[in-house]
Each structure stands twice: as C-alpha cells, then as structure tokens.
C-alpha cells in the first residue's frame, strides 16, 4: 500500500469517526431539548398542579 493510500484511508476513517460522533450527539441533544409552548392567554386560571413527566434516566 502506498502512502498516499494510507493517507486517504486515515483521512477517510477519521472523517467517518467525526460524523458517528456528530451524529450522536446531535441525536441526543435533540431528544432531551425541552418542547415548550405558551399557554393561551385566556381568563381561566391556570392550574396550580403539573402533569408529571417520567424522568429521562438512560
């Protein structure tokens, strides 16, 4: 194998090994991102008790 040949394969490896990790932590930081929305502004008061929500314990 010649060296630029191994050049391009260490390049390559590395470029797929920074994608996986791009692509993981993008899929993460997706998953935990808090969806929020305003309530409607109305004249009903607004609940004093919130709704549970499971603990995202991975």
Same mark, same amino acid.
């Given at each position: 194998m010649s060296l630029t040949m191994a050049i391009f394969l260490?390049? &390559?490896? !590395?470029?797929?090994?920074a994608a996986a990790m791009l !692509? &993981?932590?993008? =899929?993460?930081?997706r =998953?935990?991102? $808090?969806?929020? @929305?305003? $309530?409607?502004? @109305? &004249?009903? $008061?607004i609940p004093t008790r919130r709704s549970r929500r499971h603990a995202n314990a991975h």
């Amino acid at each position: 194998m010649s060296l630029t040949m191994a050049i391009f394969l260490l390049v &390559g490896a !590395w470029l797929s090994v920074a994608a996986a990790m791009l !692509w &993981g932590v993008l =899929r993460i930081a997706r =998953r935990h991102h $808090p969806h929020h @929305t305003l $309530p409607k502004q @109305t &004249g009903e $008061p607004i609940p004093t008790r919130r709704s549970r929500r499971h603990a995202n314990a991975h």
